[in-house]
């Protein structure tokens, strides 16, 4: 019975890595990326990450829930035991900010997002956490989750020192949000880029400025960046900045053209973007969305 049962566990020891586990990218650096369940309680795979500073930590972006923070919490506390200082939102968006109250309620750490997202997350996060079903979440996925709000704003630029780490919060335009951010190390030469960039994902598109996108993704490839940290996906370079730019663009002229010829529903559009869209393995199921949040008038 005892062999049978330290079997099972250890079976279920391999095949169970499903969530996130913080992988150090640099001297104090760290991603929190999870590949292997996109989930909605799982925070649909949204990735995030923290900066250690002599003052303590940055950590950037929170997940999708208190119960998803406070696994990543957790996680940070078996790296480091200094105090969060800051809290970035690289938007907010739901799988990356709902975890904000987690870490709010440790007292002492600063919310921080651009302007144009703190103003998306006042209108839309009350009604997003009521209506949680519509995006496959359960209210006990929930449980304990508060919206909660940042507490310091800017509108392109600010730079944080963490105490021999300076850290630039960057907006070039509207991107994948009015105020999506970009977290940039410049001595590190590693950038978390929100979701400006997905690898390997299909990107969600309904809230996005595609002129604006495009622009951003250039301004990052002009950076002095190595490693990206995307939203969603694996660790990336500047060549997953130029395919997804190739992808939005690809994306948007064919849908606008089937669009305007009256070329059918959403399901026909997306059909007809899988057959030339660039492959990519996760999050196929957003492409009909896209359709119709952006192209066919309706949500
Ligand atoms: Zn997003």
């Not at 049978?4 to 020891?13: P, Q, R, S």
């Not at 940042?150 to 600010?158: A, G, K, V």
């Not at 970009?182 to 997905?198: E, Q, T």
């Not at 990206?228 to 990336?236: A, N």
């Amino acid at each position: 019975m005892k062999k049978i049962t330290l079997l099972c566990t250890l079976i279920l020891l391999v095949a169970a890595p499903s969530f996130a586990e913080l992988t150090k990218i640099a001297d104090n650096v760290y991603s929190y990326v999870g590949l292997a369940n996109d989930s909605p309680a799982n925070s649909f795979a949204a990735n995030a990450g923290i900066v250690i500073g002599r003052d303590g930590i940055l950590v950037v972006d929170t997940l999708i829930s208190a119960k998803e923070a406070q696994r990543f919490l957790a996680d940070i506390r078996k790296v480091s035991d200094k105090p969060i200082r800051y809290v970035v939102n690289t938007h907010t968006h739901l799988d990356h900010a709902f975890g904000n109250c987690v870490f709010a309620k440790l007292g002492g750490a600063t919310v921080i997002s651009h302007a144009a997202d703190r103003a998306f997350l006042e209108k839309a996060g009350e009604a997003t956490l009521k209506n949680i079903g519509a995006y496959g979440l359960k209210p006990e996925d929930m449980a304990g989750t508060e919206i909660t709000y940042p507490t310091l704003t800017f509108s392109e630029r600010l730079t944080i020192d963490l105490g021999g780490e300076t850290v630039e919060l960057i907006r070039t335009a509207p991107s994948h949000t009015e105020g999506s951010l970009i977290v940039h190390l410049p001595a590190k030469k590693v950038a978390f880029s929100g979701d400006i960039l997905f690898t390997d994902f299909h990107p969600f598109l309904a809230d996005a400025d595609i002129n604006g996108w495009t622009a951003a993704l250039d301004a990052m490839m002009g950076m002095d960046i190595e490693k990206i940290i995307p939203g969603h996906g694996p660790l990336s370079t500047k060549k997953d900045l130029r395919d997804l730019k190739a992808y939005l663009l690809l994306f948007d002229a064919k849908a606008r053209q089937m669009a305007a010829d009256g070329s059918g529903d959403a399901e026909t559009v997306a059909a007809a973007l899988r057959q030339i869209l660039p492959k990519r393995s996760q999050a196929e199921w957003m492409i009909p969305i896209n359709v119709k949040s952006r192209y066919l008038g309706k949500r």
